[in-house]
T-cell receptor
Framework: QQKVQQSPESLIVPEGGMASLNCTSS?????YFWWYRQHSGKSPKMLMSIFSNGEKEEGRFTVHLNKASLHTSLHIRDSQPSDSALYLC???????????FGKGTHLHVLP | EAAVTQSPRNKVAVTGGKVTLSCNQT?????MYWYRQDTGHGLRLIHYSYGAGSTEKGDIPDGYKASRPSQENFSLILELATPSQTSVYFC??????????FGEGTRLSVL
């Protein structure tokens, strides 16, 4: 059974600081990684996707992928209180239809 | 605009009763998913479908059935609801290689 592991479970950073979140898949056939953000009481919204080795940047958000180690990371620079949310990592393979999520990282950005 | 609509948004059921959660998508996506979300567990996949008439077991299918009568509709059925099924349920739709798009969720309480 494919598993997606996320760390840390919880993270506190000061406003303006850098937040770094990690995610690893147990399935060597994984081809797609997504990062979602879920604010309290809301549904998950896709934040960033990454499918190839390397780095992708969108504004304050940067995502890295190392396919050899099946590891992806999300980095948020200049963190804002509005970034406080649950961040979920999701993974899927080309040959499978199902999308598996990790347990998430709770990010708290303190003003 | 892409949309996934769930109904009802809130439901209170009695133990042993039958519960049906409905999901409709207007995105013409082939894949649809049902997840539940509980504190400490992230999003866990219950059932999924890759097209009308198909249903597949996810990671936690016990106690749940699913039905996909059309491209647009995907239902989750609890034949004999139990208090352990109290949770927030999310429906999502997507195509292979695409990030699933989520509905707003259904909060179910089984008393």
């Amino acid at each position: 059974q494919q598993k997606v592991q996320q760390s840390p479970e919880s993270l506190i950073v000061p406003e303006g600081g850098m937040a770094s979140l990690n995610c690893t898949s147990s399935d060597r056939n994984v081809d797609y990684f997504w990062w979602y953000r879920q604010h309290s009481g809301k549904s998950p919204k896709m934040l960033m996707s990454i499918f190839s080795n390397g780095e992708k940047e969108e504004g304050r958000f940067t995502v890295h992928l190392n396919k050899a180690s099946l590891h992806t990371s999300l980095h948020i620079r200049d963190s804002q209180p509005s970034d406080s949310a649950l961040y979920l990592c999701a993974a899927s393979t080309t040959n499978a239809y199902k999308v598996i999520f990790g347990k998430g990282t709770h990010l708290h950005v303190l003003p | 605009e892409a949309a996934v609509t769930q109904s009802p948004r809130n439901k209170v059921a009695v133990t042993g009763g039958k519960v049906t959660l409905s999901c409709n998508q207007t995105n013409n996506h082939n894949n649809m998913y049902w997840y539940r979300q509980d504190t400490g567990h992230g999003l866990r996949l219950i059932h999924y479908s890759y097209g009308a008439g198909s249903t597949e077991k996810g990671d936690i299918p016990d106690g749940y059935k699913a039905s996909r009568p059309s491209q647009e509709n995907f239902s989750l059925i609890l034949e004999l609801a139990t208090p352990s099924q109290t949770s927030v349920y999310f429906c999502a739709s997507g195509d292979r290689g695409q990030a699933p798009l989520f509905g707003e969720g259904t909060r179910l309480s089984v008393l």
